[in-house]
Structure formats: structure tokens, C-alpha cells
């Protein structure tokens, strides 16, 4: 069964530190990827996809997230967190169904 | 172009009751799902309509949960009789087509079960 993880559950940083958060899927067959966020009080909204081509895909807010097929794993990084990242962060990925890891609460100290 | 919209925000039930949830997608989306998400842990798959039809229902916990999509249009989740572990955050979304596509979300309905 296609199944994504996700290893942090909590995450606090202070503004300007570096953010990787970690992704993993087992599925085979096709591989599309996502990272989506929720911003307190809002929807959740895509960051950035993969479907294909360039493993290093990059999305909106200077997002950007690495696909490496040798390690299943799809891990979304920033070099300098802001503030406003402060959300929560979910891993998806599927084949035709969409399937999401647990998320990862993000907090950035000012 | 209006969002995805789900109704009620809130829902406040005593174990044993009906409650009904409503998705209405964006126009012209032919893909629908659930997602429920109880505190603290994944959001997790419950079912995907392509139109009317359910393309996938296999997430749907036990048979006190009832789908539907009739004309292809808005959705509803009814959940009888409630009980207390349904507590959670109902999420629907929706797709134009199946499969590589993002997903546009609701805000989701509350739902209480005490």
C-alpha cells in the first residue's frame, strides 16, 4: 500500500536558521510528490510538487525540495526561515489517490 | 472563481447522532475526496469520486460512513450513528483530473463527537 512519512513532528527554529524537514514514501509505480502547508487559520495550499525530470524542484517562498529515488525520500528545505513559516507542513504522494504523512508543525521564533 | 467549500465549519454532536457534512467542489472538477484528519496525526484518505462514481472508497473506516456525490456535483459525508473516535477534521478536496494534479482543499468541518 503507498504510504508517505514524515519524521518530524515539531519543529522550532529561530529566524534566519536553516529548515530541512524530512519526507519518505513506499509506493512504486509512478512517483508524484508533494508539499503542501497550512498557515494558522487557513487552507492548506500547495508548496511545490514533483512529478518528473530535475529531482531538485523548487516552489513558492523560496521553498525548494529534493527527490531522491535511491533513498525514497523527498525532504523540503529553506536556507533561511522567516517568521512567517510558522505552519504546518504535510508530505503527500500517491499514484492516483493522494496519501499524506502525519505533518510537521513548524514554529519560527522572531 | 470560488474555492472549495465545505459546510458546516463546526459540528457539536452527542455520541449515537447523525451528523451530515457537505462538500461543494470547484466547478468543473470531476475529482472529490474525504480526508479526515484526528488531532496530532496524518491526514488520512477516506474516498475519491471521479463524478458520481467512487473511484476509491477503501479508506472509509466501517459502514457508519455514508458518501455521496449525486449528479457529480456537491458531495456529502453523513456519519451514523456518531461515535466518539470520529471526532476530527473533515477535509474535502478537489482536482480537475486524476492523478499529477494538486489538490484544491476546503477549510475543512470540525466535528466534535462527545
Known amino acids: 500500500a503507498q504510504s508517505v512519512s514524515q519524521h518530524n513532528h515539531h519543529v522550532i527554529l529561530s529566524e534566519a536558521a536553516s529548515l530541512e524537514l524530512g519526507c519518505n514514501y513506499s509506493?512504486?509505480?509512478?512517483?508524484?510528490l508533494f508539499w503542501y502547508v497550512q498557515y494558522p487559520g487557513q487552507h492548506l495550499q500547495l508548496l511545490l510538487k514533483?512529478?518528473?525530470?530535475?529531482?531538485l524542484v523548487k516552489g513558492i517562498k523560496g521553498f525548494e525540495a529534493e527527490f531522491i529515488k535511491s533513498k525514497f525520500s523527498f525532504n523540503l528545505r529553506k536556507p533561511s526561515v522567516q517568521w512567517s513559516d510558522t505552519a504546518e507542513y504535510f508530505c503527500?504522494?500517491?499514484?492516483?489517490?493522494?496519501?499524506f504523512g502525519a505533518g510537521t508543525r513548524l514554529t519560527v521564533k522572531p | 472563481e470560488a474555492g472549495v467549500t465545505q459546510f458546516p465549519s463546526h459540528s457539536v454532536i452527542e455520541k449515537g447522532q447523525t451528523v451530515t457534512l457537505r462538500c461543494d467542489p470547484i466547478?468543473?472538477?470531476?475529482?472529490l475526496y474525504w480526508y479526515r484528519r484526528v488531532m496530532g496525526k496524518e491526514i488520512k484518505f477516506l474516498l475519491h469520486?471521479?463524478?458520481?462514481?467512487?473511484?476509491?472508497e477503501s479508506g472509509m473506516p466501517n459502514n457508519r460512513f455514508l458518501a455521496e456525490r449525486t449528479g457529480g456535483t456537491y458531495s456529502t459525508l453523513k456519519v451514523q450513528p456518531a461515535e466518539l473516535e470520529d471526532s476530527g477534521v473533515y477535509f474535502c478536496?478537489?482536482?480537475?483530473?486524476?492523478?499529477?494534479?494538486?489538490?484544491?482543499f476546503g477549510s475543512g468541518t470540525q466535528l466534535s463527537v462527545l
Open positions: 469520486f471521479v463524478k458520481e462514481s467512487k473511484q476509491d
Open positions: 503527500a504522494g500517491g499514484n492516483n489517490d493522494m496519501r
Open positions: 478536496a478537489s482536482s480537475p483530473r486524476t492523478g499529477n494534479e494538486k489538490l484544491f
Open positions: 466547478s468543473g472538477h470531476d475529482n
Open positions: 514533483y512529478f518528473s525530470g530535475d529531482p
Open positions: 509506493y512504486g509505480g509512478t512517483v508524484n
